[in-house]
């Protein structure tokens, strides 16, 4: 849908402006009715000018903008990333960790940023909280290799700080890359910082999870992070009410109760 004027109407009501002057130019007074028509016709919407932003074809370059057509696979989504120095984390890491899976995958996990050991590994959940994912996705009846894995940030923050807005300004773009090549179903995202960061919502997350929201238009379910996990048992009930929302959503089957 447009807000431009038609050509044709513009083309009409130009005609309409010239015969009026016309008449007026040759002394014919013009009615009420007349008069109200002009009036309109020259108080018309200017046509506005589209700027259309239209990267070269082969410019991978995150822009922020979902219009861009989508990269052709995972590896061009790397290679546009490249060694990335885009922002100021770039000068503490050891590896970018892009993320690993399944490139088509119908689930991908999203947290906010890579720790010790993932920059140490350069793969994404690796560590304890890591291992506790793993154990989430098997209970799901899956493995790591049939989802995808990634985070907000690709480099570490320094002592795992929160991500700071120009880092996730800079890094987001190449994440909503990654999604528009594997185009998952669903995406679960893992934690506060991860599911505010992605919703612009300050809610906390205990009123976020187990609610569905949408993320580049794929549906988002936000539970607890493992790491939060491993230090409150509690959360890991709510946690897997979330994930048995998502398998249900997916239409994968409900795993029997241990017996
Ligand atoms: S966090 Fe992202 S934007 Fe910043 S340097 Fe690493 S890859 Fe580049």
Redesign the pocket.
């Known amino acids: 849908m447009t807000d431009e004027p038609q050509g044709d109407l513009i083309a009409t009501l130009d005609d309409l402006v010239r015969s009026v002057q016309a008449m007026r130019s040759l002394g014919r007074r013009l009615s009420v009715r007349e008069e109200k028509l002009v009036a309109l016709a020259q108080a018309r919407p200017k046509p506005r000018m589209r700027i259309m932003e239209q990267p070269p074809a082969d410019d991978l370059r995150p822009q922020g903008d979902h219009t861009i057509a989508a990269p052709a696979s995972l590896e061009a989504v790397r290679a546009a990333?490249g060694d990335?120095?885009?922002?100021?984390?770039?000068g503490g890491?050891q590896h970018?960790v892009f993320g690993e899976g399944n490139p088509k995958a119908e689930l991908m996990f999203i947290g906010e940023a890579p720790g010790a050991d993932e920059d140490r590994q350069g793969r994404p959940f690796v560590g304890r909280a890591g291992q506790l994912l793993t154990k989430m996705i098997e209970a799901m009846g899956k493995t790591r290799e049939d989802v995808y894995i990634a985070n907000i940030?690709?480099?570490r923050p320094p002592d795992n700080r929160d991500p700071q807005p120009d880092?996730v300004e800079?890094?987001e773009p190449?994440l909503l890359q990654q999604i528009r090549v594997i185009r998952p179903r669903v995406i679960v995202a893992l934690g506060r910082i991860a599911v505010q960061t992605l919703l612009k919502d300050a809610t906390p997350i205990s009123r976020l999870r187990g609610r569905w929201h949408l993320y580049a238009g794929i549906r988002l379910m936000p539970t607890f992070h493992p790491a939060y996990l491993l230090r409150n048992a509690a959360g890991k009930k709510p946690a897997w009410e979330d994930l048995q929302q998502v398998m249900a959503e997916l239409g994968w089957p409900l795993p029997n109760k241990k017996g």
């Open positions: 990333l990335c120095r885009r922002c100021k984390l770039a890491r970018i940030l690709k480099c880092e800079m890094c190449f």
